[in-house]
């Protein structure tokens, strides 16, 4: 497995790709390599794009991806859509729009199916992010699609958040809960061809006004048409900014360090997880508690509570199984 993570130091795409499907098959046989290849993590920049499907992420990701191979700097895109199991359909047409990249040995391309993972973004992004990083890509881009919870997950990957929207989607003010608007560190309104996006912009705004984010960042909102390639450089110039602002007050170290913690903990509830179900179908005390949950002689909470209190470790399969 070491030699897995040499062979990624030392730039080799096939490695690279392995050590990627490793991780998101949620394979053990990843850790080496990744403790391996921790030391080098840490000069990437990390930029999420999140917002609705179809607003224009993989065309923004697109153009930033051309611009900054303009200024020199090589790129790692993460492409997710954890918004259903069945994700051929929009991965598709992330792949078709960012085409181009695929001959330029500066980009590396990923697309990640999380198979219906619930909740937020799944721990794996967090790997793989690092994993990008080790590699030796500038930035790291992560496009996912902004639904609920996966929305606020992106805050866990990425140094700088930006949270994409449109004209006509007359909702999204509605749908900038409090939630998002802690999370947004830049909010972009793409299709600004079309009609309303001045408004759109000026509605955003006057909600920023109301109210006051906790580390004292004034997140912009900027104006893109991520298709005709405008807009483009002040986003970057605006990512830079924040950039900035982060490494002037600590921000940046803060936020890396909290991601650290969460990808421990999450892996953590991750293994569990992963343990007790592989264990369902072997462990007969675990089908009897199973038994008896269906026929309420053991109630849910009370009974998950027990198990890991009294016999968890051994029923996990104890630390032999890893
Ligand atoms: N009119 C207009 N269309 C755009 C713009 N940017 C992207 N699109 C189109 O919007 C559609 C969805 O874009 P896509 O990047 O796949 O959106 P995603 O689902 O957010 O990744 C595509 O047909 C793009 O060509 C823009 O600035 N103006
Ligand atoms: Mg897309």
């Given at each position: 497995m070491n030699d897995l993570a040499d062979r990624v130091m030392g730039g080799e795409l096939r490695a690279l790709s392995r050590l990627l499907s490793l991780l998101e098959r949620g394979e053990p046989a990843a850790a080496p390599a990744m403790e391996r290849l921790d030391p080098q993590t840490g000069r990437a920049y990390t930029v999420g794009i999140t917002g609705p499907p179809g607003v224009g992420k993989s065309t923004l990701v697109d153009r930033l991806t051309e611009h900054l191979r303009q200024l020199g700097l090589s790129v790692g895109i993460l492409a997710v859509d954890p918004t259903s199991p069945f994700t051929g359909g929009a991965l598709l047409g992330d792949r078709i729009r960012m085409q181009?990249?695929?001959?330029?040995?500066g980009v590396f391309i990923r697309s990640v199916a999380t198979r219906g993972q619930s909740g937020g973004l799944p721990r794996i992004v967090k790997s793989m992010v690092r994993l990008l990083d080790a590699a030796g890509k500038d930035v790291v881009l992560v496009e996912t699609v902004g639904v609920g919870q996966t929305e606020l997950g992106i805050m866990g990957v990425a140094d700088t958040v930006i949270v994409t929207m449109m004209p006509e989607s007359g909702d999204a003010i509605q749908t900038l809960k409090a939630g998002v608007m802690e999370i947004a560190d830049l909010y972009v309104i793409n299709?600004?061809?079309?009609?309303g996006a001045n408004r759109m912009a000026a509605a955003v705004t006057a909600m920023l006004h109301m109210s006051d984010r906790s580390d004292g960042w004034n997140p912009p909102v900027l104006l893109t048409q991520a298709h005709a390639n405008a807009g483009i450089a002040e986003l970057w110039d605006s990512v830079g900014q924040h950039r900035s602002f982060l490494n002037d007050t600590g921000g940046l170290e803060r936020r890396r360090l909290e991601r650290r913690r969460q990808e421990f903990l999450e892996s953590v509830q991750e293994e569990i997880y992963r343990r007790i179900t592989r264990r369902l179908a072997a462990d007969a005390r675990l089908n009897q508690l199973l038994a008896d949950i269906d026929g309420k002689q053991a109630e849910p909470y009370a009974a998950a509570l027990g198990l890991l209190a009294d016999e968890g470790l051994e029923l996990l399969g104890g630390p032999a199984a890893l």
């Amino acid at each position: 497995m070491n030699d897995l993570a040499d062979r990624v130091m030392g730039g080799e795409l096939r490695a690279l790709s392995r050590l990627l499907s490793l991780l998101e098959r949620g394979e053990p046989a990843a850790a080496p390599a990744m403790e391996r290849l921790d030391p080098q993590t840490g000069r990437a920049y990390t930029v999420g794009i999140t917002g609705p499907p179809g607003v224009g992420k993989s065309t923004l990701v697109d153009r930033l991806t051309e611009h900054l191979r303009q200024l020199g700097l090589s790129v790692g895109i993460l492409a997710v859509d954890p918004t259903s199991p069945f994700t051929g359909g929009a991965l598709l047409g992330d792949r078709i729009r960012m085409q181009r990249h695929y001959l330029d040995a500066g980009v590396f391309i990923r697309s990640v199916a999380t198979r219906g993972q619930s909740g937020g973004l799944p721990r794996i992004v967090k790997s793989m992010v690092r994993l990008l990083d080790a590699a030796g890509k500038d930035v790291v881009l992560v496009e996912t699609v902004g639904v609920g919870q996966t929305e606020l997950g992106i805050m866990g990957v990425a140094d700088t958040v930006i949270v994409t929207m449109m004209p006509e989607s007359g909702d999204a003010i509605q749908t900038l809960k409090a939630g998002v608007m802690e999370i947004a560190d830049l909010y972009v309104i793409n299709k600004a061809d079309r009609d309303g996006a001045n408004r759109m912009a000026a509605a955003v705004t006057a909600m920023l006004h109301m109210s006051d984010r906790s580390d004292g960042w004034n997140p912009p909102v900027l104006l893109t048409q991520a298709h005709a390639n405008a807009g483009i450089a002040e986003l970057w110039d605006s990512v830079g900014q924040h950039r900035s602002f982060l490494n002037d007050t600590g921000g940046l170290e803060r936020r890396r360090l909290e991601r650290r913690r969460q990808e421990f903990l999450e892996s953590v509830q991750e293994e569990i997880y992963r343990r007790i179900t592989r264990r369902l179908a072997a462990d007969a005390r675990l089908n009897q508690l199973l038994a008896d949950i269906d026929g309420k002689q053991a109630e849910p909470y009370a009974a998950a509570l027990g198990l890991l209190a009294d016999e968890g470790l051994e029923l996990l399969g104890g630390p032999a199984a890893l």
